[in-house]
């Protein structure tokens, strides 16, 4: 009998369907979440784990004071659907933060924030 189980069991393993994801979610990002560094950037790109719709996923760079540093151009690469990059203005030493907004193929919406710092 745990013969006849097991050779039912068995298909029914090989061929189930994987496990979706279901969310775009921050994979990695340069600069790094929470880095430091020497030289300003001259652009940000964050990586999901989940490629992207493009016209639904956004970026904005704000300095201490509030004020966006980025140029407003952020897109979804168009050879890596997992990458969303902006470039940035000339930046002063502080730190920046980084708030993203995206919508995944499979149309669920993440958001967050991180920052970084460009040393004096």
Request: aromatic share 10%; glycine share 6%.
């Amino acid at each position: 009998m745990r013969f006849v189980y097991a050779s039912l069991l068995l298909p029914a393993l090989l061929f189930a369907a994987p496990a979706a994801r279901s969310h775009a979610f921050l994979d990695h990002a340069s600069p790094a979440v929470g880095s430091t560094v020497r030289q300003p950037p001259a652009a940000i790109s964050i990586w999901f784990t989940q490629e992207l719709e493009p016209a639904f996923s956004t970026i904005a760079i704000t300095d201490q004071g509030g004020q966006r540093v980025d140029g407003g151009d952020a897109k979804v690469d168009a050879r890596d659907q997992t990458l969303l990059r902006a470039s940035l203005k000339p930046l002063p030493p502080g730190t920046y933060k980084v708030s993203w907004h995206v919508v995944s193929v499979d149309t669920h919406t993440t958001e967050g924030t991180f920052t970084f710092r460009v040393a004096g």
